[in-house]
């Protein structure tokens, strides 16, 4: 069984190469998946838990759906405030 | 809903500990000064929407804004004319036929990946003053009921840290805060969490926040305890409530009796209906005082007009849509076995008919709004579980289909959609539950059955030498 910190590495590749910006949970589930095949969803969502605990990853919500992103990478909270992404 | 721990802060708490406006602040301004209230923007298309018979969503954000602006400036956190910017920009939207809000974001509260949801104008220019506007969701209490205290407290907070509109409730169920700034939204969060002891509730890819019906705490009908399972799988399910990893949203409602309060069989992924096993208890003393008149049908519901003499034939017996009803003139029969729960006689005769006393709930899957594949009503899978503490029979059933769904659906797919997407074989057998007639929606339109081979005797396995010795090529 995959250790929570081998998880969130994973995670963290994913979320920094990734063309996407935003992407779902299950698009991550399946990348960790790829490279440790065993790993149960639970524990990607309590490694994915952790990194945003960190502030490695946030959550992207539109009310009715939320997306991880990489902290930093594509919208953050200035870009969305003044709409200079737009 | 009480956060952990504090369920009972309100029995003791009172609203002057918490306040923050004295009651000059909070009665600030006159009938006539409302009358004569002029917006900041002109708004002559939301101006005649104030004129019908109707109580208008303008004239309350007017009330709201002429007393915004009579608070003293130190009281208000964020800018004292939100609600004029906002009828500014409703205005706007309704001459140009477009929102001007801007959907969705990163804001939240640290470590919570639902309850806030964030909304942005798209003419900050123009309105300074909404140039964020999120939402807030907070857990109502099971059945929502208030002290005026909370009540008041939680609008202090708001008219404080937000805009000071609500509302209540949303269709969630949640007490909806409508209006503040990103930098409020910890102190607004640390403040209810504190002071008033409520949570955030739900939104994104999360359990959404669970609703029930007013249950035992007033109605006779209820077959289970609504509030109590509410709280419990609530409190149970914190995680799946705050940290999102589902494929979509995913709702409990929980009905005490098929007349489904709170609509769960439209509106929830998982509907737990109250129902009962043994057979509906009759007063034939009360059906005969409803024939003769002395008691009023409906409980007097639809006394408002002459109806006429009650007619139990007409209004009962013939309307039964499973005709397993009989009335000789004397005593009135129920071939229970082919009833359907429809209530309609329990609520026209609530003195005569009781629901039965061996009670539990049905559990229903799949209902949902028209996104894809049209609007759906949850399927009845669970015809009877035992509700009683602790759940746990109840709880092994959530985290199966949870399982089934996570590793299933697919992005933004409801569970009900997976459900079409996989069949209903496939989902009782991911439940363990035998197929029943009351699953099947529709006479079957394919004509093909495969069998699996251990549905059939002796299976399908052959041995090719043997069957070939048979028939030689």
Sequence with gaps: MASIDEIKKVIVDFATNTKKTKFYFKDMEKAVQKVIPDAKPREIKKAATALVNEGTLVYFSTGSSTMYGLKGRGISLETEETGKAD | MAAEGQEKLWETKKYDDVRIYSDEEIWNYTDEELANYKCKHDIPLLEELEEGPWPSFVSDIKQEALHRHKLPPDKLMIPADVCDDLLGQVELSYVEK????????????????????????????????????????????????????????????????????????????????????????????????????????????????????????????????????????????????????????FKFKFDGCPNCCVASIARADMSYIGTWKDDIRIDQEAVRAYVAGELKPNAGAFGDRDWGPFDIQK????????????????????????????????????????????????????????????????????????????????????????????????????????????????????????AIPQMVKEPRSNPYIFWKEDEVPGGWERDIKEFRKRHPR
């Design chain 2, 98 to 249: 477009e929102t001007h809000w801007k959907h969705g974001g990163i804001v939240g509260v640290f470590g919570y990946g639902g309850g806030v949801i964030g909304r942005y104008s798209d003419q900050q220019e123009k309105f300074p003053s909404i140039w964020a506007f999120h939402t807030l969701r907070v857990n109502q209490p099971a059945s929502k009921f208030y002290k005026t205290d909370y009540l008041r407290a939680l609008c202090d907070i708001w008219e404080y840290r937000g805009s000071g509109l609500t509302n209540m409730h949303g269709s969630t169920g949640d007490t909806v805060l409508l209006g503040t700034h990103t930098e409020q939204l910890e102190p607004i969060f640390f403040d209810l969490t504190h002071d008033l002891g409520v949570d955030l509730g739900g939104s994104g890819s999360n359990l959404r926040t669970p609703s029930c019906c007013v249950g035992k705490a007033r109605c006779e009908f209820a077959c289970y305890d609504t509030q109590d399972i509410c709280y419990e799988l609530t409190m149970y399910y914190q995680d799946e409530l705050h940290r999102p990893a589902f494929p979509y949203k």
């Design chain 2, 315 to 434: 209004e009962v017996i013939d309307l039964c849509p499973a005709q397993c009803m009989e009335w000789d003139g004397k005593e009135l029969k129920i071939n229970n076995k082919e009833c359907v729960r429809c209530m309609h006689c329990i609520n026209v005769m609530p003195r005569a008919l009781r629901i039965g006393t061996d009670t539990g709930c049905s559990i229903l899957f799949g209902a949902k709004a028209p996104i894809l594949e049209g609007a759906q009503m949850s399927l009845l899978a669970i015809p009877f579980i035992r509700v009683e503490k602790p759940y746990d029979n109840i709880k092994a059933i959530v985290e199966r289909v949870w399982d089934w769904w996570m590793e299933e659906g697919k992005n933004r797919e409801r569970l009900g959609e997976l459900i079409q997407r996989k069949s209903i074989q496939e989902f009782i057998k991911v439940l363990g539950v035998p």
